[in-house]
């Protein structure tokens, strides 16, 4: 009878242990992917201090631009689309901040995430947009950014950083804001 009773005693404690293990090897595998999820995010999303990353797009006149045909100028680098209220309510003084500034090394470069190129083009049209910008319906360069949230700006200094980081609409004739891009040159 005591040979009965003892062995589920020893049984337990090898049970219990399997289960710590189990329990231990799943928490360091959720770990492990977490801490993988995090660090593709973590790369992906630029702030200011970063470099920014090198892209290429053609413009809507068929020019082909890199972020390094900027070099020694400030670079505004706009993601946008036509569906977005946000975009369209700022749209209008980004003409007038490309007009401000575009004889002052300042580039305002606007690239579309719409699906369909006539929607983008419309919508130009539509806001008399002189300043240059490109279609991108696969979101390649907004992507390399972190870019998720429309309209989202970058402000690239002469050296290729990133200086400034705007989410949403903003007010691009706002004499502090200017100044402030006048003060990079």
Not at 75 to 90: I, R
Request: proline residues 6%.
């Amino acid at each position: 009878m005591s040979q009965t009773q003892s062995a589920p005693a020893e049984a337990k404690p090898a049970a219990n242990t399997v289960d710590r293990t189990l329990v231990l090897m799943i928490g360091a595998a959720l770990l492990g992917v977490c801490l993988l999820m995090w660090d593709a995010v973590r790369d992906r999303v630029i702030k200011p201090g970063d470099p920014a990353p090198d892209f290429q797009v053609t413009t809507l006149d068929g020019r082909t631009l890199t972020r390094a045909n900027f070099g020694g100028k400030v670079l505004v680098l706009n993601f946008w689309a036509s569906w977005c209220p946000p975009c369209a309510e700022e749209t209008p003084s980004m003409e007038l901040f490309h007009k401000r500034l575009k004889d002052k090394s300042v580039v305002l470069l606007a690239v579309s995430v719409d699906k369909k190129e006539d929607k983008y083009k419309k919508f130009l049209k539509r806001f008399g947009v002189t300043f240059p910008t490109a279609f991108d319906p696969e979101a390649r360069v907004s992507d390399s950014y972190g870019t998720y949230r429309y309209p989202e700006t970058y402000i690239i200094n002469k050296d290729g950083r990133v200086v400034e980081k705007i989410i949403g609409r903003k007010n691009w004739i706002d004499e502090n804001f200017v100044k402030s891009i006048e003060g990079m040159l």
